[in-house]
């Protein structure tokens, strides 16, 4: 309330959200802390894996890269549970599905569309063929900074890992 009365003595309006706003918001930010909790504990174990065990670096690489990838695949389905929970309540908006000459698809998604339409997301390619409408948006970008960050750290992570193995020998 202080913040608010600072604010409006300057002339700036303080935003208001409306209860969903605010549910989807809170929503979201859990999604993404399970989302990088996960990361983080995922890349924690993988360093004490690949530190503990003498491994050919072909192998340890290729192992490495495909956890990294199972990591980002659970990530992935996270947040498609999210889409499709949200989309259970009208309130929330939904996600539209288009097919051949964007005619609307009428049928519900099934949990493969929701995984299909966070990959795209989360990868930041988005096709286009699954639109979000409502406060479910809310969700959407977030899901795209999220997947960026997440892709990003791993990245890292796995430079730094090829840059402690392949130089000996």
Known sequence: MCCAIVLASFGLRVPMFSVDEFLIILFTMVIVAICVLFHYEG????????????MHERFRIAGLILALLALHG?????FATGYQILASFDRFGDLLHFG?????IEQPMSFFDYAYYSATVYSTLGFG????????????????????????WSASFTFLEMQRHWGRG
């Open 43 to 54: 890349l924690r174990l993988l360093s004490r894996i690949l530190a503990g065990r003498p």
């Open 74 to 78: 659970i990530e992935i389905l996270v």
């Open 100 to 104: 051949y000459a964007d005619t609307l």
């Open 129 to 152: 063929d699954i639109v979000p409408s409502g406060e479910i948006r809310a969700l959407t970008g977030i899901e795209a900074v999220t997947g960026l960050v997440l892709i990003t």
